[in-house]
Nanobody, 122 residues
Framework: QVQLVESGGGLVQAGGSLRLSCAAS????????MGWYRQAPGKQRELVAS???????IYIDSVKGRFTISRDNAKNTVYLQMNSLKFEDAAVYYC????????????????WGKGTLVTVSS
């Protein structure tokens, strides 16, 4: 079994910064892509950023230049540095990981954390 645990959410003023972390643990051979999603009240969950095992990244347009995703493969951990936060960034942030449990498990299985709340105030 694999567990993903997010941390780092909280209340921040508009224009401020937060750093989210997500650590994966359990029966892990390796991890392919890792990502951060968010879901605001009344909205669908959306991909914010993702990073491959090789470090290639993608971002949604609304966070480009403000958010940075990174990962530490040795620690099975992904980070999301969020700067210049806006009201519209407020949401529950979820991390995901495509986990391989063995050498023949080429595509892996997607696992999700339970989410961490980011609140942006004026």
């Amino acid at each position: 079994q694999v567990q993903l645990v997010e941390s780092g959410g909280g209340l921040v003023q508009a224009g401020g910064s937060l750093r989210l972390s997500c650590a994966a643990s359990g029966s892990i051979f390796s991890i392919n892509a890792m990502g951060w999603y968010r879901q605001a009240p009344g909205k669908q969950r959306e991909l914010v950023a993702s990073i491959t095992s090789g470090g290639n990244t993608i971002y949604i347009d609304s966070v480009k230049g403000r958010f940075t995703i990174s990962r530490d493969n040795a620690k099975n951990t992904v980070y999301l540095q969020m700067n210049s936060l806006k009201f519209e960034d407020a949401a529950v942030y979820y991390c995901s990981a495509e986990v391989r449990v063995g050498v023949l498990d080429y595509y892996g299985t997607d696992y999700w954390g339970k989410g961490t709340l980011v609140t942006v105030s004026s």
